[in-house]
Each structure stands twice: as C-alpha cells, then as structure tokens.
C-alpha cells in the first residue's frame, strides 16, 4: 500500500530496522514508535479490519503501538444494556450483549484459522460471562452509577483490542494484547477519570517497551482504565484518541495517528455542511480549542499530552489511507484567519444572580457547590450582580438552585448551541465579528464570547439553529472555489484549506 507522505518519512529516516543494544536505546527514547489509533468505524467490520491490517503493515518499519475503540456502537449498546438491566429489563440487556458476542464472533470467525478462533473464543467467552454477572447484579441492585457504568462499558475496548490483537497475529504481524486496565491509572472521577501521570508513565513503558524490543505490536484498548484501587474508569466518551495521546507521550512516540471515517480534521463537521473542506495543517492551540469546543474528531483532552512531549498528531481516513489528513503540531501556522467552525449541542446556559453583588467570596462559594455536585463549566461571563455559565447538562441544577439559593437565584435554558469561530488570532480582527454578527443577525444570538483565547469567538444559538449557523458562517468564512472554466472543471471537493 502506498503512502506518498508516510513514504517520504522513511526515505528520510532510513526505513532500516535495527537490533540489539542500539534499537533498545531508540525504543527508550521512543524514536522509532508510532502510536495508532483506530476508531470505532474503522474496526467495526471485516472490511474495516482488513483495512487495518494493511495501514499497520504499512508502519512495520516504524514499530507500531495500536490503540482501537469498542467496534462502532457497541459502547452505546453497553449503555443501553446497563440501564435496561437496572429498570428490570433483563432479557432485553442479555439480548443486547448476546448480539455484540455474536458480532465479534463472526468477525473473528471470518479472519482467523480455527486454532487463533478458538483461543479468542475462549477469552471473549470468559469476558462475556462476567458481563453478564454485571448486569444481574445491576437488576438485583436496580443501581446504575457513574461506577457500574464505567465497568460495564469497559468491555467493549476489552473485546476490541484482544480481536484486533488476535486479526494481527493472524495475518503475521505477531501483535500482543496489552490490557489498558493494568496500564492507565486514572483519579477515581467515574464517567471523565484523569490519568495519574507519573504511575500511568511508568507502568505504560513496562508494559510497551519490552514487546516494541521483542518485535511485537502491542495492541490496546483505548477510552478504559483504571483507579489506583484497581476499579475500572473511563476517560470520557471518545476517550480513546486521549488514550493514544497518553500512551504517545509516556513512551515519547515519533507520531501519533489517529485513524478515523474522515480525511482529516475540517473547517467544520462534514456531517453538518457538505462544502467542509480538510485542512491540511493546524497547531496544537488551534486543534486544542476545535475539541473543546466541539469537534467530535479529537477528544478535548487528546492534544495537551502530544503538546507537551511535542509530538505531531496526524488525523486519518482509514477508509482513504492514501490521503495526506491533518498535521497537527506546533510550529504550524495557520495566519490570521478563521481555519474552522465548530458546533456543541446540548448546551445548558445559566444565570446565576447574585443578591449582594458578584465578589470573590461569591465566586468561590459557586465554584464550590458546581465541584461538590461535579457540574463542569465551559464557558463563563460576570458582571457585576450576575455570572453566565454554560454547562453540559441540567441534571444537577435543581440540587445546585438549592445549595445557592440564599445567595442567589439561579435560572437556565436547555437545548442551546454553542457555536465557535477558531483561528489564530481572530480576537484582533474586528472584522470577523461584524461579519459573524452580519451573518446570523436574524438568528436570536444570545451571547458572544471572545473569552480568555486569542483563538476563538463564540456565541449561542437555540439547538435548533445549529445546523443552519454553522452552514451560513460556512459559506461566508469559506466561500466556494469554482472550478477554474480552462482547466475542464476539477471538483472544489478537492479544494483543501490550510
Ligand atoms: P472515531 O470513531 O474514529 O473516533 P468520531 O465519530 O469520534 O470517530 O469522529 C469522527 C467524526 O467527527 C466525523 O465523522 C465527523 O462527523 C465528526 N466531526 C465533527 N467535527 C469535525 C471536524 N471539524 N472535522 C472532521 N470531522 C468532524
Ligand atoms: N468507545 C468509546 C466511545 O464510544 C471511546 C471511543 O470511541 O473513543 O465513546
Ligand atoms: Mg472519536
């Protein structure tokens, strides 16, 4: 399979595979390593793992670490399973995970030899029997915590990563499961754990290094962990691309890829507006601020560990492995324009008014009851007798009201959208503000932030409006290219930003 990018990097390092004490070293200093991460929808099938196979192939030189995702769904069904379980629904919970069993069966079925079959067999049958003692234990307990959720949803990546693990191997690339439970040590924040960085470090090169020297491919799941007590965590839902960051950064990989079902991070969802074009290069703060504020490609947390250890992180279609993707790194420079739009739905908005004035001690005690209720603030405005928070759901806020409520009164909004512009340094420009302002003016915009970033100015819509903001923006910030008439008409389609 050829890569014309890829090609150019091996040309310039050599593309030879060494030996002994000299490749150890390079191991060590993670020169030669490059972490991949394949997503959801690039295992969800037999094509998508064959595909697989031939990316990885394609890396043999540069020592692979494979990081996969639950197949595509299968965490939304573990979810679905749990609370089916825990209302007493549980013939429709045993049903739901039977399907996922007999979905990875098959799989492994149609890429293995009956020997390599019947040991993942094996395994996947003892992983599926202590899922399902989990969801009997969640019927007899009819509790569905952040806890029980992160077990139960853990063994999705489980199964992923011993089938891809098992395909490898089979198609001769000699890969070894490394499980992501033993390795990541995460807080015990259940649903959005952190990892314990200095533990996690450690116990990610014990584990990694010493296949990378023995010719392996370490396979693992990406999204789970586990607390220092050794229970199941999960990173936040998309986790895994922060798994392959973390894993990156601990060994000090060469690169990071993520693989993904589309050509590379672009100037906004291609499901929201069809004229989304690739762009080619991004920094660090701009891919950083792209996640946070939406971007479903990247997990908000994926770039700062690729930013502090200054690894590039390239974004992939396996489904096109040919493409160039996204460059993310540091010295890229996109210049003072606008490189992406980006939408957040189910946005709560929330005005706290404050009875005697907004003070430092009425922050504090704010900030203090949204922490004891693990309420986490996005964006935020005060004035001088109210603060603006934007929060990702209203589930605590009745409990929140409560706890204020001598201080303050407190009121939200569901079902709103927050919407970004991000580019270096459109705070500068005025320009990009009227004009934002010009071409949604008719659109009930409630708030403009151009908060503490140089890099992004954002502002609220109803959900509703979401789609056709960002496809307005779209068309005003990345006007169409037409096909210049004496070159036959090539498609904008090919048109990349950056
Ligand atoms: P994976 O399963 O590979 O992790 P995700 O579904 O998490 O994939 O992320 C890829 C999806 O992110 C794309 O299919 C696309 O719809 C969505 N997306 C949102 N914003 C962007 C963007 N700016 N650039 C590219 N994709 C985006
Ligand atoms: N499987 C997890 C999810 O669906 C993690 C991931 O895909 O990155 O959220
Ligand atoms: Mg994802």
């Keep these: 399979m050829g890569f014309c990018f890829w090609g150019d990097f091996l040309k310039e ?65 573990l979810l679905e399973a749990g609370k089916a379980a825990a209302t007493g629904h549980l013939g429709a919970a045993l049903a739901l995970v039977r399907n996922i069993y007999v979905r990875h069966e098959e799989l492994a079925d149609s890429l293995l030899g009956a020997s390599a079959y019947g040991s993942l067999d094996r395994e996947l049958r003892n992983e599926f029997q202590s899922l ?3 969801l009997l234990a969640l019927e007899t307990s009819r509790h569905f915590d952040l806890k029980a959720q992160d077990h139960l949803l853990s063994f999705g990546e489980c199964f992923s990563s011993k089938l891809v693990s098992w395909v490898l191997s089979e198609a001769g690339l000699q890969a070894a499961h490394v499980d992501a439970r033993q390795s990541i040590v995460t807080d015990a924040r259940h649903g959005q754990a952190t990892p314990v960085w200095d533990v996690t470090n450690q116990r990610l090169r014990d584990a990694v290094n010493p296949l990378l020297q023995s010719g392996s491919i370490p396979v693992m799941g990406g999204f789970i962990a586990s607390s220092q007590n050794g229970v199941p965590t999960t990173l936040g839902r998309g986790g895994s691309d922060f798994s392959a960051a973390i894993v990156g950064a601990a060994i000090g990989a060469l690169r990071i890829e993520i693989w993904t079902d589309v050509d590379g991070v672009m100037t906004t969802d291609p499901q929201l507006c069809s004229d989304a074009r690739v762009i080619r290069k991004l920094s660090f703060d ?4 792209m996640a946070y504020f939406g971007a479903k490609v990247l997990h908000p947390a994926t770039v700062a560990p690729a930013m502090r250890e200054n690894i590039p992180v390239y974004v992939l279609n396996s489904r096109r492995p040919e493409g160039h993707g996204t460059e993310i790194t540091a010295r890229a420079s996109t210049g003072n324009r606008v490189s992406a739009i980006t939408a957040k739905r189910n946005v709560v908005s929330v005005e706290i008014q404050s009875r005697n004035g907004v003070d430092a001690a009425f922050l504090n005690t704010v900030f203090g009851v949204l922490e004891q209720h693990t309420c986490a603030v996005d964006v935020m405005g005060t004035s001088v007798d109210r603060i603006s928070l934007l929060v990702a759901s209203s589930d605590a806020l009745p409990r929140i009201v409560e706890d204020l409520q001598p201080l303050a009164e407190v009121r939200w909004e569901n079902h709103k959208a927050l919407i970004c512009l991000v580019g270096e340094n459109i705070r500068r420009q005025p320009e990009v503000a009227s004009r934002v302002f010009a071409t949604v003016a008719d659109m009930d915009v409630r708030v403009l932030c151009q908060g503490a970033s140089e890099r992004t100015l954002s502002f609220l819509v ?22 210049a008439l004496d070159w036959g008409g090539i498609s904008s389609a090919f048109c990349q930003a950056g």
Excluded: C, Y
Excluded at 34 to 63: C, N, P, Q, Y
Excluded at 462 to 483: G, Y
């Design 462 to 483: 109803d959900e509703s409006k979401a789609e056709e903001s960002v496809r307005r923006l779209h068309s005003a910030f990345f006007p169409k290219v037409e096909p």
């Design 132 to 134: 399902e003692s989990l």
């Design 286 to 289: 701009e891919a950083a601020d």
């Design 13 to 77: 390092r050599g593309n030879k595979r060494m030996s002994g004490a000299q490749r150890q070293s390079r191991f060590e200093r993670g020169e030669e390593v490059v972490v991949m991460k394949f997503g959801g929808t690039s295992v969800e099938d037999a094509a998508a793992l064959k595909r697989l196979i031939g990316i990885v192939e394609s890396r043999w030189g540069a020592h692979p670490v494979i990081v996969v995702s639950a197949l595509a769904k299968v965490t939304d069904q």
